[in-house]
């Protein structure tokens, strides 16, 4: 998995190209749009009229879409104006406002403004710093302040986003009660390496406990909000699988290219399962 | 952007005392026609600053918003419906919306509002 935050500014990451590439993305649609679902039911709102709501990192509007399909209007900011372009073109598009904003700079709403408030796979990018000025504890507590004042009492807040580190999901949640919200993180799926995912979900009740996360790991998705374009990738390393049979005649292949003579020969026995011995 | 939006909208610069309400100076307005919703006009004009937004659509260049709320009139049809025209359908496409405290501007280009701030603008935080 790329780790597109790694790369620089998300605005130089969401460039013009990138943003296209994204909005008609059917596999990206599909599970921007299956997230911002399981935002909407853990957001709780009261459905009894259409609600006034916050998207944070709203890009090219599939999150804000989901929130008009379930007959909300909703404000959207994002820090890459080429995202945002993309999401004005949307036609369909009558209840979503859009502005260019970085979220570790505040926001820029009076109090008590919206009947809730989403982030769709964007706050990550908050604990990376991408100028001597930024600094990432600074910009998350700067954000989830202003957050505090811009909902009203009784609304609720769910960003979904993906640690790098566990640490990172820790410094998150600690900026966000260091504010006074109540609250934590559900974990889908858990058990899954490819279809978890970690929604902080915020609310003003001090007697607030999270509900629990999802754990059949069968439909989910896996990450998608990078078309893999990024330079800087990082490889991560299977664990415990074993060395495949695959594996081992591509290293022998490799070996026998570069020369080398005592390379053992691929048989019926390449690469098959021991008994385990103690 | 709507006047819905303006209505909430608020400069958040570090200098800024409320930063609220930002001045308009439009030079594109465009009036879509989205269809009227009873429910939600109902419940976001309870959380509507109405002397902002009468102000806000005189600075579009409307002047039918009566000074104050009738309250014979909040369950007004005709009332609500052009409400939710003014609130919904009215979006400047491009102009200026300036913060009444610090004169700091933020372009509106294609609908979309430019609030990007510098680290030296924004709110100090302990942390
Ligand atoms: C993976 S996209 C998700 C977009 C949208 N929420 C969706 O579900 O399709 C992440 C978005 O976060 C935005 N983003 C990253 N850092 C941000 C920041 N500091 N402020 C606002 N938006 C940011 C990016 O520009 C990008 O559009």
């Not at chain 1, 904003?101 to 989403?118: E, K, Q, V, Y």
């Not at chain 1, 260091?178 to 609310?203: C, E, I, M, R, W």
């Not at chain 2, 009332?79 to 405290?101: E, I, R, T, Y």
Request: charge should be positive.
């Amino acid at each position: 998995m790329s780790r597109p935050e790694l790369t620089g500014a998300a605005a130089n990451f969401y460039n013009d190209t990138e943003a296209r590439k994204y909005d008609t993305n059917s596999r990206m649609i599909g599970i921007q749009a299956e997230i911002t679902q399981r935002a909407l039911e853990l957001l709780q709102l009261d459905d009894s009229f259409p609600n006034f709501i916050l998207d944070v990192g709203c890009g090219s509007g599939l999150s804000g879409k989901v929130l008009e399909e379930a007959g909300h209007y909703w404000c959207g900011l994002d820090v890459s104006r080429d995202m945002l372009n993309v999401a004005s073109e949307r036609e369909t598009s009558t209840k979503g406002d859009l502005a260019h904003h970085d979220m570790g700079t505040g926001l820029p709403f009076r109090a008590a403004s919206f009947d809730g408030m989403i982030s769709i796979s964007a706050l990550q990018w908050l604990c990376y710093s991408n100028s001597s000025k930024q600094v990432p504890k600074r910009r998350l507590v700067r954000f989830f302040s202003a957050l505090y004042g811009v909902l009203k009492r009784g609304a609720r807040a769910v960003l979904q986003f993906y640690p790098e580190t566990p640490e990172q999901a820790v410094l998150i949640s600690e900026c966000a009660a260091k504010v006074g919200f109540a609250g934590g993180v559900v974990v889908d799926y858990p058990n899954s390496t490819k279809a978890k995912k970690h929604y902080l979900v915020l609310s003003f009740d001090r007697g607030y406990s999270t509900p629990k996360g999802l754990q059949s790991a069968a439909q989910a998705g896996v990450r998608v909000d990078s078309s893999g374009s990024s330079k800087r990738v990082k490889v991560v390393k299977k664990k415990g699988k074993g060395k495949t049979k695959e594996w081992i005649e591509h290293k022998k292949e490799v070996q026998r290219k570069k020369g080398f003579e005592n390379v053992r020969k691929d048989t019926k026995f390449t690469g098959r399962k021991r008994k385990d011995k103690f | 952007m709507k006047l819905l939006t303006h209505n909430h909208l608020r400069s958040n610069v570090r200098t800024a005392t409320t930063g609220y309400p930002l001045i308009i100076t439009p030079t594109e307005i465009r009036v879509t026609d989205t269809e009227y919703n009873d429910k939600f006009v109902k419940h976001v004009m309870q959380n509507v600053n109405w002397p902002v937004l009468v102000q806000a659509a005189s600075q579009c260049g409307i002047t039918t918003l009566p000074p104050t709320i009738p309250p014979n009139l909040t369950s007004d049809t005709s009332f609500l419906q052009a409400l939710h025209h003014v609130l919904v359908n009215v979006n400047v496409v491009s102009g200026v919306l300036k913060c009444p405290d610090t004169g700091r501007e933020f372009s509106i280009r294609d609908g979309i509002c430019d609030f990007m701030l510098e680290e030296e603008e924004c709110e100090n935080v302990k942390i």
